[in-house]
């Protein structure tokens, strides 16, 4: 079992940066993580991922240049620096923790484990 919390969410002004957190816990070695957001009335999407070792990382096109995800194994903590933020950013972020990369790193039916997700809130 992997355990999951999110924090670091909150309101910030179009153009501003957030940093936000997923503390986990249980048995986290060699978990892939991800996040993804899901607005009100929209589907989940995925945002960002990142392999045990750090080495290699996964973003959406929507995301790209702005987000940088990274983790500390030390830790067992995995961040999502949000640079350029724009209101249509706005949305829940969730931390996500699957056993391996592939296939489709991009798609949370295969994320096992979900935090309860931190809300980020981009005004105009």
């Known amino acids: 079992q992997v355990q999951l919390v999110e924090s670091g969410g909150g309101l910030v002004q179009a153009g501003g940066s957030l940093r936000i957190s997923c503390a986990a816990s249980?048995?986290?070695?060699?978990?892939?993580m991800g996040w993804f957001r899901q607005a009100p009335g929209q589907e989940r999407e995925f945002v960002a991922s990142i392999n045990w070792s750090g080495g290699n990382t996964y973003y959406a096109d929507s995301v790209k240049g702005r987000f940088t995800i990274s983790r500390d194994n030390a830790k067992n903590m995995v961040y999502l620096q949000m640079n350029s933020l724009k209101p249509e950013d706005t949305a829940v972020y969730y931390c996500?923790?699957?056993?391996?990369?592939?296939?489709?790193?991009?798609?949370?039916?295969?994320?096992?484990?979900w935090g309860q997700g931190t809300q980020v809130t981009v005004s105009s």
């Open positions: 996500a923790a699957r056993p391996d990369t592939t296939p489709e790193y991009y798609s949370g039916r295969y994320y096992y484990y």
């Open positions: 249980g048995r986290t070695f060699s978990q892939h």
